[in-house]
């Protein structure tokens, strides 16, 4: 009778132990809500409870390589085509998208409202030497402000850290720095409507088509460990592509506006 105690003790200590996955996640979705308004409808709905580390989508892939995860939500198809192809990953599906705007001073000193194009933005964020928080964090938002100072055909290392200031964190934490600082930087839409401590911020710019921001979400290949709840992550993946998870997405707003667009095919 005692073994027979500790056998269903143990049992019942490893099916609460299973009932959970990880998802290694970017940082702006966590930051936008994204996550404490669709996850309660699937943890309600499967019993399955999703435990979240979001970090920037650099150190998010970096971690699902490690097998830190049982699946990947992030936005940067380079890396993400990287880690599909290098086998660490399967099964890439787009999610859904929104974009990325300019953030900066209410009134618009460098009258960044009236430029045509993104690459005329960075050109006279330059020139100005105006105030420009960058992540500088690997993220998906990092590496697409990178791009983007890229096109412009702008060295990033030339400029000078006076007024090319790296904040090193999350969306968040670069949004708070640049409103204390009334300084410019780049957001995803999502994290921007929910941001709280917008100040005298707004958006300066945005509508090019560069600034379009994909998410996908990547199961991590149980080939390469073993050890991942590949079923569990799984099920999560359809029952966010499906029509009801789809359609949950599009009901997440803030101040009347939808943060994600669903396109999962």
Known sequence: MFK????????????????????????STADSGFYDFILPEYEKKSGIDIRVVAVGTGQAIKNAMNGDGDILIVHSKDDEDKFIKNGYGILRTPLMYNDFIIIGPRNDPANLKSLNNINEVFKTIKEKELKFITR?????????????????????????SKFYIDSGRGM???LNMAASMDAYTIADRGTWLSFNNKQDL?????????????????LINPKIHPHVKHELANNFLKWLTSNEGQKLISQYKKM??????PNAK
């Open 4 to 27: 027979k105690i500790i056998i269903l003790l143990i049992l019942n200590n490893y099916a609460y132990a299973s009932d959970f996955i990880v998802v290694q996640s970017t940082t």
């Open 256 to 261: 009347g506006q939808q943060l994600f667009i």
């Open 136 to 160: 500088g964090d690997n993220s998906g938002t990092h590496r697409r402000e990178l791009l983007l100072w890229e096109n412009a055909n702008i060295d990033t290392k030339a400029l000078s």
């Open 172 to 174: 968040g934490a670069t």
């Open 202 to 218: 707004d958006i300066l710019f945005s509508g090019d088509k560069n600034l379009f921001n994909q998410y996908s979400i990547i």
